[in-house]
Each structure stands twice: as C-alpha cells, then as structure tokens.
C-alpha cells in the first residue's frame, strides 16, 4: 500500500469501528461506546488532516469519508432507537434525508453526470450537531452528569438541521441539473 492511500485505509477501518459502538451500545456499555466514539472520532480528524497536508485527496476518499461517518451515525442512530433512548420520529428525519440524498445523487449521476460529493455548511453543521446529540445521550444514559432537558432540545435542533440541509441537498442539486438540462437543449 502506498501511503498516499493511508487516509482511506483509515476510513475503511473507521467503518468497521462502527461494530464495536454498536455492540457497546446493545450492551448499555455506555463508558465503552464513547471510548470507541471518540478512536473513530480521532481516526476522522486524522484522515482529513493526512489527506489535506500531504495532499493525499483522492475521489475514493472523497467518498469513503463521508461513508464512514455517516455509516457510525446512522447505526448509532439505529441503535440508540432500538435502545428506545431516543425517538423513533428523529431516527425516521435522519434516514429518509440521507436516503434522499442517495437516491438523488444516484439519478444525477446516471442521467446528468459525475455526481461528486460536496456537503455544504448546513450540512457539516447537521453532522456536527448529530454527533453532539449521539454523544449527549450516551453520556447521559451512561450516568453522567447532563440534564434530560438538553436531550430534548438537541433532538429538535437535529431535527432542524436535517430538515435545512436535506432541503439545501435539494435546492442546490436541482438547480445544478437545472443548469445541465438548459445547456443540453
């Protein structure tokens, strides 16, 4: 492997720390599933600084690391539901936005072209704010200090993210097949 390839190697492996979150999950193992949270979380950091100072970006990795972590939310977001520790309205919010996405990513690619993966502001924020949520409600399950009022505000401020960044998806990518469509004809 050439080192060049180091940052998506990390992303690969981030992906399979999502069994270990989840496992620690299922096992109300709160303590555990942060330890783990917070090596994917470093792992995250450390790709993206790999690939930005020794210019190791590549379109694999700019697909892989956004994979990654959406994959480790998604399934804690899963997990969390099942665990009953947050609501399954929010869980359905999340999904049917990244689903969404997906497919409409997918219909650009095949019909209009090269479909690359750029998250806007809105939704690094939505991304930065469900990890902020999964790690307040572990850490407030695992009997930490934290008050059940931030829980609950938190969910509606994921809710509100992901509404404005599944809505920004649209808008922009709309407007980009728009574009496409008018120059075609």
């Given at each position: ?6 940052p ?8 399979f ?37 020794y ?85 407030y399950h ?9 829980i ?6 994921v809710?509100t993210?992901?509404?404005l960044?599944?809505?920004?998806y ?12 008018q120059?075609?004809?």
């Open positions: 492997m050439e080192l060049s390839q180091l998506n190697a990390i992303s690969i492996i981030r992906m720390l999502v069994v270990p979150v989840v496992w620690s999950l299922l096992q109300l193992e709160f303590g555990a599933a942060l330890a783990w949270f917070a090596v994917a979380g470093i792992s995250d950091g450390l790709d993206g600084f790999l690939a930005k100072h210019g190791w970006q590549s379109r694999l990795g700019s697909i892989l690391d956004p994979l990654a972590d959406k994959l480790l939310l998604v399934c804690s977001f899963i997990t969390l539901t099942w665990l009953e520790l947050i609501p399954l309205w929010l869980l359905l919010a999340v999904l049917i936005r990244d689903v969404l996405i997906v497919i409409g990513g997918v219909i650009f690619h095949y019909t209009l072209g090269r479909f690359d993966m750029q998250p806007s502001r809105i939704s690094k924020l939505n991304t930065v704010i469900q990890i902020v949520f999964v790690l307040a409600v572990v850490f695992g009997d930490f200090a934290f008050t059940p009022w931030l609950e505000a938190l969910a509606y401020i809710l993210t992901t509404v960044s599944g809505l920004d649209i808008l922009v990518w709309g407007k980009r097949a728009c574009n496409i469509l120059k075609k004809t």
